[in-house]
């Protein structure tokens, strides 16, 4: 059995005899993942590497996840619930600075959704320019690491990108199998043309709610990526640790 990391599970004697003094939050969403995958997939993902890494790391807390996210680009696929970005900016940014007022002020955002990915920047600036002693990072976009955290044949399709895709279904076959019906994953890998980021909505780009080719994941590639990703983080952690958490002193190193 682990050490007892889990904010919502941990007692106040819990917390005091635990020695804690950094915090990790999971930031997720509700929204449809293809045919094949929970609703909650992109929480279970990110909630899944910040108990592992606080499993890891000594003093880590792991936060309650925020379970809903900047999904409005994906309501044509049902069953997706959303918040505005407005709001994701103000519960992160309330999160963030009540856990700091009780103390912790080195804190990692893990998010697992696109959507998400301005809203946290939001808060994260806004919490750093009113508390500057405070340490504050993100990992935006983990999919995004796969290219660089592991070999180039891992995937097989579109890089192991999508939404519901080749990369994240596999994590998610590695993680929480029995929420899966993979007898159902279709994707498809859209033709974007090169140049400026176009603004979309989900459906202009795939019939199936999923992106990329969840056909060819498997668990073995998502235990791969969940690796790699909580070696990330921990080398991260233990790091900035060495460092004395002063990015500066870090970067004249």
């Not at 808060?123 to 999919?143: E, G, M």
């Not at 929420?179 to 279709?186: G, H, K, L, Q």
């Amino acid at each position: 059995m682990g050490k007892k990391v889990y904010h919502q599970e941990m007692t106040f004697s819990d917390f005091k005899e635990g020695g804690f003094d950094k915090a990790v939050i999971a930031v997720g969403s509700a929204e449809n993942h293809g045919f094949h995958l929970p609703f909650g997939s992109d929480t279970l993902v990110s909630q899944a590497l910040a108990m592992e890494v606080a499993q890891r790391v000594k003093g880590m807390m792991v936060l309650p996840p925020i379970n809903y996210g900047m999904s409005r680009h994906y309501d044509d696929f049902q069953f997706t619930l959303s918040l505005e970005h407005e709001t994701v900016t103000a519960v992160l940014r309330d999160v963030l600075v009540s856990t700091i007022r009780q103390g912790i002020t080195r804190i990692i955002v893990v998010n697992g959704h696109d959507g998400n990915i301005a809203p946290i920047e939001a808060a994260a600036r806004t919490v750093k320019n009113s508390h500057p002693h405070v340490f504050l990072a993100s990992l935006d976009a983990w999919w995004n690491k796969m290219e660089e955290l592991l070999p180039p044949d891992t995937f097989e399709v579109w890089g192991g990108l999508g939404h519901a895709g080749e990369g994240e279904t596999s994590i998610v076959c590695h993680l929480f199998p029995q929420f899966t019906r993979m007898e159902n994953a279709r994707g498809v890998v859209p033709d974007l043309p090169e140049g400026p980021e176009i603004k979309w909505r989900f459906n202009e780009l795939t019939p199936y709610g999923a992106t990329g080719d969840p056909s060819r994941a498997s668990a073995e590639k998502g235990k791969k990526m969940f690796d790699a990703l909580v070696e990330y983080l921990v080398s991260f952690v233990q790091f900035m640790e060495e460092k004395g958490w002063n990015y500066a002193l870090s970067a004249r190193s």
